[in-house]
T-cell receptor
């Protein structure tokens, strides 16, 4: 069974702080996606990384895919209250199914 | 990108009731759709893969007679929770397949509460 473990599970920080969320697995994925989900809504895609070692930046968010395509990280610089939400990584297997990570709940206080 | 509409957004009903949730792909012909369940403060768990014109593929531990899936057209998949009980209360989310290494497009979810 493919599992994606995210850490930390919960993160509560002040506005302006930096943070990193990790997504780890023992399985190799063809690609990895990061989503953010707000309460009562479906997940919204932030980024897809495909190549091992790939780094993508989206404003204050930096995503990295591990060289072996088994892990990924999300770094947020100068967090803002609007970044609050549930962050989910999801690995795509060769069957087109998505395996979701365990989730990281982020709370940014003003 | 593709837009997915899920209906209803919230259902509250008595134990023993059957509840149908619709998932529509508004601008994309979806031969495959996915149904997920999300318990409070947890991640999404894939329940089944819905295939247009054929039987759904269920994940291990998901009762196919409990969660009936029908995908009769390229734009509509339905999930029916039969004889729902309080333990079936959850957030149910559908998505359309985006293709290899392409993102899935998610509906806004259905909050099901069984009293």
């Amino acid at each position: 069974t493919q599992l994606l473990e995210q850490s930390p599970q919960f993160l509560s920080i002040q506005e302006g702080e930096n943070l990193t969320v990790y997504c780890n697995s023992s399985s190799v994925f063809s690609s990895l996606q990061w989503y953010r989900q707000e309460p009562g809504e479906g997940p919204v895609l932030l980024v897809t990384v495909v190549t091992g070692g790939e780094v993508k930046k989206l404003k204050r968010l930096t995503f990295q895919f591990g060289d072996a395509r088994k892990d990924s990280s999300l770094h947020i610089t100068a967090a803002q209250p609007g970044d609050t939400g549930l962050y989910l990584c999801a690995g795509a297997s060769w069957t087109d199914k998505l395996i979701f990570g365990t989730g990281t709940r982020l709370q940014v206080f003003p | 990108g593709a837009v997915v509409s899920q209906h209803p957004s919230r259902v509250i009903c008595k134990s023993g009731t059957s509840v149908k949730i619709e998932c529509r792909s508004l601008d994309f012909q979806a031969t495959t759709m996915f149904w997920y369940r999300q318990f409070p403060k947890q991640s999404l768990m894939l329940m089944a893969t819905s295939n247009e014109g054929s039987k759904a593929t269920y994940e291990q531990g998901v009762e196919k007679d409990k969660f009936l899936i029908n995908h009769a057209s390229l734009t509509l998949s339905t999930l029916t929770v039969t004889s729902a009980h309080p333990e079936d209360s959850s957030f149910y989310i559908c998505s359309t397949q985006g293709g290899r290494d392409q993102p899935q497009h998610f509906g806004d979810g259905t909050r099901l509460s069984i009293l």
